[in-house]
């Protein structure tokens, strides 16, 4: 795992950004195709606001897999993940190859095997990611489940989770946000090739101490990247501050 810290949030954007198409146009070159996950929330409107904005790939050779979303949330919904990323990715590049949204309306049991069948034995070349107010990784709270082997799972959302969603203005109120969503796996995010972790912001400044300083521990769950070999963690000086020896 590398750490890399910027002067802030717009500079640690568009260097995830750059990353991550360096790394698609490698892929394609290598295979003909990308495959991508793409990660939602605050921490990534600089990250897709770069990847949109570059003419060089040819984005119908890619295939995006989205990460988490919430149950019972309707697409017209501003908290809808799936309304983010058609909004802020989707509808903003060339028409992709192809591109698989979680559907957290239908049911999750069902759901969650819909998706197993599309990404089974699919490489996972980049995985867009962040880390959480309470350190975890898509909707995996702590403690996280670090064994399973299914590629989407229901969780649980805990009560510092759903703070969170609420505290960045997607909610009315705390009780508005729901307590179970569809999440990637952590087994299933560490399965790709490359990850890049943009953490923005001082509200995360514990969470990133806790999950890079320590030992990795299902109650720090973004901590199991430290075992990634090819992660890159891409900090602000907000995010950064508690770190030790940054």
């Known amino acids: ?24 146009h490698q892929a394609i070159a290598l295979k003909g195709t990308a495959n991508i996950i793409l990660a ?38 501003k908290a809808s993940f799936r309304k983010y990323l058609m909004e802020r990715f989707i509808e903003k590049v060339s028409r992709l190859k192809n591109y698989y949204l979680i559907n957290g309306e239908n049911n999750p049991v069902d759901e969650c095997k819909r998706l197993n069948k599309l990404i089974s034995d699919v490489p996972i070349d980049l995985a867009m990611v962040g880390i959480g107010e309470n350190g975890h990784l898509a909707f995996n709270d702590p403690p996280a489940d670090f064994e399973t082997t299914d590629p989407y799972i229901i969780v649980e959302l805990d009560d510092a989770c759903r703070k969170q969603q609420w505290g960045e203005g997607w909610f009315e109120t705390l009780e508005d946000v729901p307590t179970k969503a569809i999440s990637m796996s952590i087994h299933q995010i560490m399965q790709s090739e490359m990850i890049i972790c943009s953490v923005p912001d001082e509200r995360k400044a514990i969470a990133v101490s806790n999950c890079l300083n320590g030992n990795i521990s299902n109650h720090y769950p973004a901590s199991i990247l430290q075992n990634h070999p090819n992660c890159v963690v891409l900090l602000d000086q907000h995010s950064a501050s508690r770190l030790k020896n940054k």
């Open 1 to 24: 795992m590398k750490v890399e810290i910027f002067d802030d949030a717009a500079q640690l954007g568009k260097s995830a950004g750059q990353q991550a198409i360096e790394k698609i």
């Open 40 to 77: 939602t929330g605050t921490s990534q409107f600089p990250v897709l606001d770069a990847l949109t904005k570059d003419s060089s790939i040819d984005w119908g050779k890619v295939t995006m897999f989205h990460l988490d979303e919430y149950i019972g949330i309707p697409i017209s919904h």
